[in-house]
């Protein structure tokens, strides 16, 4: 069974950057759309990018357009969304999960859920 690993976040001034890594173990997801999601304490899980298994499709939440960047790489199955220009309310736990069909942007349409690394950008 596919394990994902988060990893990469951590306390951030206001206008700083983190890249946030998700690693697969235990299989490989190198035929899956991989997303990332966060949730804020007291919010419901957010949509925040979804990268294809090529690499050639990504999508991304309106709120992150121009500032987030996800990527891949299947050699080390690996995704990665690089986040600059973090704003305090880009605090949240940052999951990434695989898609097993239908809406990218549904976590109902995502299995294999890791841990969650902490994002925190102080003001």
């Known amino acids: 069974q596919v394990q994902l690993v988060e990893s990469g976040g951590g306390l951030v001034q206001a206008g700083g950057s983190l890249r946030l890594s998700c690693a697969a173990s235990g299989g490989t997801f190198s035929t899956n759309f991989v997303g990332w999601f966060r949730q804020a304490p007291g919010k419901e899980r957010q949509f925040v990018a979804t990268i294809s298994w090529s690499g050639v499709i990504t999508y991304y939440a309106d709120f992150v357009k121009g500032r987030f960047t996800i990527s891949r790489d299947n050699a080390k199955n690996t995704v990665y969304l690089q986040m600059n220009s973090l704003k305090p309310e880009d605090t949240a736990v940052y999951y990434c999960?695989?898609?097993?069909?239908?809406?990218?942007?549904?976590?109902?349409?995502?299995?294999?859920w890791g841990q969650g690394t902490q994002v925190t950008v102080s003001s």
């Open positions: 999960a695989l898609r097993r069909a239908g809406s990218m942007v549904d976590p109902r349409m995502y299995d294999y």
